[in-house]
C-alpha cells in the first residue's frame, strides 16, 4: 500500500485516485473547489461516469480515499504525487499548462519527504522536463522529486472499466528509482506495462489518440467519396474490418468525432510540430475533415429545405457521445447556432446532456429561432418538419422506422450515426440522409448528391 495524492478531480484525476484506492492504496485527491469536496466526501460523483459513484462511496467507507482542499496535508508525505488537472486547448491550438505549473508550484512547497510527481495529464512533449526543473527551482525542503510521465487513456462512458482493465500501462521515467516506484503502484492491477523514457511516454498519448481521431476522418472521408461514387461505407468498414492490421474498431463514419480529447490533442501535435519547423500534414488532413464533417448533415438539408425559417427541427442526441453529459465539441454545438440563425424552431432530446446545453442556449427565443428542451423522443419528433439524429444514444436506436413517418410532419431524417437501414427507413416511407450510404429521397424530389458534396466547406 502507497500513500497517492492526486491532483484534480476531473475524469483523468478523479477516475485514477478511485481505481488506486480500489486496488488497496491510500488515497487523497485534492481540488481547489469546496463545494465539489464536499459533494464527493457525501458520495456524489461531479461527473457522470458509468461505476464511479458506487466505487467512490465503497472506498470511502472503507477508509481509503477522501477529498479535501487542503493541498499542503495531502502532498508533504506522499509517495507519489498525480497530477490530472486540465490542459485545456488554447486559441491557437496549444495546450495551457498554467494548472499544471500552480500544481507543481504547491508540490515543492509542500513536500517533506521524497516523492514522485506523475504527469497523468495530457502535456506537450518535453513538458515533463520543465515540471521537474519547476519543482526543483521552488522546493523549500531538501527532498528528493523526480518527474515521471503516465499518461491517460480512458475513454469517457467507460473510464472506471478502461482504467481497472486498461489494455497498457504507460510509464516514462528518468531514473530506476520512478520506475521502480510506478512499477510497484501499478503492480496490483496485474495489467501490462510499457516501460520508456519520459519523452516517449509523453509522445504515445498524443500519437495513439491522433491515430484514432485520424482513423475517424479516414473513414468519413471515404464515406463522402462513397456517397459519390455510389458504394455504402457500412459494406466497405466490414470489408476491411477483416484484415486484422486494420481491425474492427473506430471504422464508424459520422458526423465527426468531438469530446474532450481527439480535438484537442490534433490541435495540440499539430501545434506541436508547427513549433518545431516540420508540417504534420496527415494530422492537420484529420483536422480538417472533421472540421467540415460536423456540418455535413446541416448542409445537405438546407439545400433540401431552402430555409429552416419557422420549422420544426427535432434534434436527437446532444452529448459528444452517448454514456456521458460531455458537450465538448460535439457536433450539436456546431449545428444549433446554424439552425437558430436560420429561424429554425428546434425541439432537442437527449437523455442526460439537456440541462448543459440549457447553459448555453436557454430555453426560449433564441435568434431568429427558438429551442426547447423536451424529455422525449415522442414530443420532439411530433409534427416535426425535419430530424437531426447527433448522438447515437440507446434511446434513439429504439425508435422504430414507423415512428418517424407517424409522427413527423413529413418524415425527413439527417442521422450523423448512421444509426438506421437504409432499406428499413424506405419500407417505412421516410426520406432519409445519413453518412457515405444511398440516401433515400422522396418521389419527385432530384437526388442532388454530388452537387451535396461539392459545395461542402463551400
Ligand atoms: C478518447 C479515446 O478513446 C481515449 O483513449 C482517450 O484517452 C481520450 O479520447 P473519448 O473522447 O472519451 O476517448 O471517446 P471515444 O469513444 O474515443 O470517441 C471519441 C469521438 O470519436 C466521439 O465523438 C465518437 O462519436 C467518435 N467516433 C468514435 C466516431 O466518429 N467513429 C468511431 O468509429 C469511433
Redesign the pocket.
Known amino acids: 500500500m502507497l500513500k497517492i495524492a492526486v491532483a484534480g478531480t476531473g475524469?483523468v484525476g478523479l477516475v485514477a485516485g478511485v481505481c488506486f484506492a480500489e486496488v488497496g492504496h491510500q488515497v487523497t485527491c485534492v481540488d481547489i473547489d469546496e463545494t465539489k469536496v464536499n459533494l464527493m466526501k457525501s458520495g456524489v460523483s461531479p461527473i457522470y461516469e458509468t461505476d464511479l459513484e458506487g466505487l467512490m462511496q465503497k472506498n470511502y467507507s472503507a477508509g481509503r480515499i477522501d477529498y479535501t482542499t487542503d493541498y499542503k496535508s495531502a502532498y508533504k508525505d506522499a509517495d507519489a504525487i498525480f497530477i490530472g488537472v486540465g490542459t485545456p486547448e488554447q486559441p491557437d491550438g496549444s495546450a495551457n499548462l498554467s494548472y499544471i505549473a500552480t500544481v507543481a508550484r504547491q508540490i515543492a512547497e509542500s513536500v517533506e519527504k521524497d516523492c514522485l510527481v506523475v504527469v497523468k495529464s495530457?502535456v506537450p512533449v518535453g513538458t515533463n522536463d520543465k515540471v521537474e526543473q519547476f519543482i526543483q527551482d521552488f522546493l523549500v525542503n531538501d527532498v528528493k522529486v523526480e518527474v515521471a510521465s503516465n499518461?491517460?487513456?480512458?475513454?469517457?462512458?467507460?473510464?472506471v472499466h478502461?482504467t481497472l482493465h486498461a489494455q497498457r500501462i504507460i510509464i516514462g521515467t528518468e531514473s530506476k528509482w520512478a520506475e521502480e516506484m510506478l512499477m510497484k503502484i501499478y503492480e496490483p492491477f496485474h495489467l501490462p506495462i510499457v516501460s520508456v523514457n519520459r519523452r516517449s511516454a509523453e509522445m504515445i498519448?498524443y500519437a495513439?489518440?491522433d491515430f484514432?481521431?485520424l482513423?475517424?476522418s479516414y473513414?468519413?472521408d471515404i464515406a463522402n467519396l462513397c456517397e459519390l461514387v455510389g458504394a455504402d461505407i457500412q459494406d466497405v468498414a466490414k470489408g476491411m474490418s477483416f484484415d486484422d492490421r486494420i481491425g474492427s474498431?473506430?471504422?464508424?463514419?459520422?458526423?465527426?468525432?468531438?469530446?474532450?480529447?481527439?480535438p484537442k490533442?490534433t490541435k495540440a501535435l499539430e501545434y506541436l510540430a508547427r513549433q518545431h519547423g516540420y508540417e504534420l500534414k496527415t494530422v492537420k488532413a484529420a483536422i480538417d475533415v472533421n472540421k467540415k464533417q460536423k456540418t455535413m448533415l446541416y448542409k445537405k438539408a438546407r439545400q433540401r429545405l431552402i430555409t429552416f425559417n419557422g420549422l420544426k427541427v427535432a434534434i436527437l442526441g446532444l452529448t459528444?457521445?452517448p454514456g456521458?453529459d460531455?458537450l465538448r465539441?460535439?457536433?450539436s454545438l456546431e449545428n444549433v447556432p446554424l439552425l437558430l440563425e436560420q429561424g429554425a424552431d428546434i425541439f432537442a432530446y437527449d437523455p442526460v446532456g439537456k440541462e448543459n446545453f440549457a447553459r448555453l442556449y436557454p430555453e426560449g427565443k433564441n435568434g431568429n429561432g427558438s429551442i426547447t428542451y423536451v424529455s422525449s423522443i415522442e414530443e420532439a419528433l411530433e409534427r416535426a418538419n425535419v430530424c437531426f439524429i447527433f448522438?447515437?444514444w440507446g434511446e434513439v436506436k429504439a425508435v422504430s422506422p414507423e415512428t418517424y413517418k407517424k409522427l413527423m410532419r413529413t418524415p425527413l431524417v439527417y442521422d450523423g450515426?448512421n444509426i438506421y437501414s437504409v432499406h428499413e427507413m424506405q419500407e417505412a416511407g421516410v426520406e432519409y440522409h445519413s453518412i457515405g450510404r444511398k440516401p433515400v429521397v422522396r418521389e419527385g424530389l432530384k437526388e442532388s448528391k454530388n452537387l451535396e458534396l461539392q459545395t461542402v466547406g463551400s
Request: hydrophobic share 35%; with cysteine; proline share 4%.
Open positions: 475524469y495530457t499518461p491517460e487513456f480512458l475513454a469517457q462512458g467507460s473510464a478502461d498519448k495513439s489518440n484514432l481521431a482513423k475517424i473513414m468519413n474498431k473506430f471504422l464508424n463514419a459520422g458526423i465527426g468525432f468531438g469530446g474532450s480529447c481527439f490533442d459528444f457521445k456521458t460531455d465539441e460535439a457536433p448522438t447515437e450515426r
